[in-house]
């Protein structure tokens, strides 16, 4: 309880408006990274190709990075 | 026809690939695979670049307003919205694809990738192919559409700027006649 109240004691405005915006944009920003590696299952699934695999791994790539910029949002900013 | 499996200009003109789709049948061949000829893919690469750049004078003008942490998750999250464009039009021109098969012609599209469309127009049913190739980069280049006209109702298939245009006219005539 404290900690909340230091923080909103200690941190000036621009910096709580960055870090609501940095959640709502890193949140967006999960979002869609979670509709691209779902489409890339369907787009895989019309065209089958030796680089399907590959594919997908790089729209989980892209997934990591949505969860990583949303826990940076939420934890470090 | 050539028998041999070749990817020609990174991938946009596949003779015989071991590439399958979805509504294949068991003794279906796919002869011809086509996708967007590179050079029309320049674009959204140049525009990556160009938010690059942007970016990296961004952080001249930032360093006055926000500490360290939150430039760098700026700096994070802007990278992520560049990997994520390139990524987003790799993929939309990787699956947007024309199948020429020794059945048919499949022409997949999927419109900013969620949005799917797939066209079938079997080989017996097709009346006239012709190929358009118009403007300086697509003569020097030589990539054209491909137009496919079905009997009657049916759908029509198009590929648009598909390298070798005349080239696929002409297999698709040839296996038309065979």
Redesign the interface.
Same mark, same amino acid.
Not at chain 2, 142 to 165: D, K, L, M, S
């Given at each position: 309880m404290d900690q909340i109240l230091n923080f909103f004691n200690n941190q000036n405005i621009i910096s709580l408006f960055f870090k609501a915006f940095a959640i709502c944009f890193s949140l967006i920003y999960l979002f869609f990274a979670i509709v691209i590696l779902k489409q890339t299952q369907v787009m895989s699934q019309t065209v089958q190709s030796k680089t399907s695999s590959l594919i997908f791994f790089i729209s989980l790539i892209q997934l990591f990075i949505g969860i990583a910029l949303f826990s940076m949002a939420i934890l470090i900013i | 026809m050539n028998k041999k499996t070749s990817h020609a200009l990174f991938h946009s003109f596949c003779v015989r690939?071991?590439?399958? =789709?979805?509504a294949q049948d068991e003794n279906e061949e796919v002869i011809l695979v086509l996708r967007a000829h590179p050079f029309t893919q320049i674009f959204w690469i140049i525009n990556a670049f160009i938010m690059f750049l942007i970016l990296f004078l961004l952080n001249v003008v930032l360093s006055m @307003?926000?500490?360290s942490?939150?430039i760098l998750?700026f700096n994070? @999250?802007i990278l992520?919205?560049i @990997?994520?464009y390139l990524?987003?039009n790799f993929?939309s021109w990787? =699956?947007n *694809?024309g199948?020429i098969t020794n059945h048919r012609v499949v022409d *997949?599209d =999927?419109s900013s990738?969620?949005y799917?469309e *797939?066209t079938y127009a079997n080989l017996g049913k097709i009346e006239d192919v012709s190929s358009k190739s118009a403007g300086f980069f697509s003569s020097i280049f030589n990539y054209g559409n491909i137009f496919i006209q079905t009997a009657g109702t049916e759908v029509n298939v198009e590929f648009f700027n598909v390298p070798r245009a005349s080239e696929v006219a002409k297999i698709v005539n040839q296996l038309i006649h065979s």
């Amino acid at each position: 309880m404290d900690q909340i109240l230091n923080f909103f004691n200690n941190q000036n405005i621009i910096s709580l408006f960055f870090k609501a915006f940095a959640i709502c944009f890193s949140l967006i920003y999960l979002f869609f990274a979670i509709v691209i590696l779902k489409q890339t299952q369907v787009m895989s699934q019309t065209v089958q190709s030796k680089t399907s695999s590959l594919i997908f791994f790089i729209s989980l790539i892209q997934l990591f990075i949505g969860i990583a910029l949303f826990s940076m949002a939420i934890l470090i900013i | 026809m050539n028998k041999k499996t070749s990817h020609a200009l990174f991938h946009s003109f596949c003779v015989r690939p071991d590439i399958r =789709f979805e509504a294949q049948d068991e003794n279906e061949e796919v002869i011809l695979v086509l996708r967007a000829h590179p050079f029309t893919q320049i674009f959204w690469i140049i525009n990556a670049f160009i938010m690059f750049l942007i970016l990296f004078l961004l952080n001249v003008v930032l360093s006055m @307003f926000f500490n360290s942490t939150q430039i760098l998750f700026f700096n994070f @999250f802007i990278l992520a919205i560049i @990997f994520s464009y390139l990524w987003f039009n790799f993929l939309s021109w990787y =699956f947007n *694809v024309g199948i020429i098969t020794n059945h048919r012609v499949v022409d *997949v599209d =999927f419109s900013s990738i969620i949005y799917k469309e *797939v066209t079938y127009a079997n080989l017996g049913k097709i009346e006239d192919v012709s190929s358009k190739s118009a403007g300086f980069f697509s003569s020097i280049f030589n990539y054209g559409n491909i137009f496919i006209q079905t009997a009657g109702t049916e759908v029509n298939v198009e590929f648009f700027n598909v390298p070798r245009a005349s080239e696929v006219a002409k297999i698709v005539n040839q296996l038309i006649h065979s």
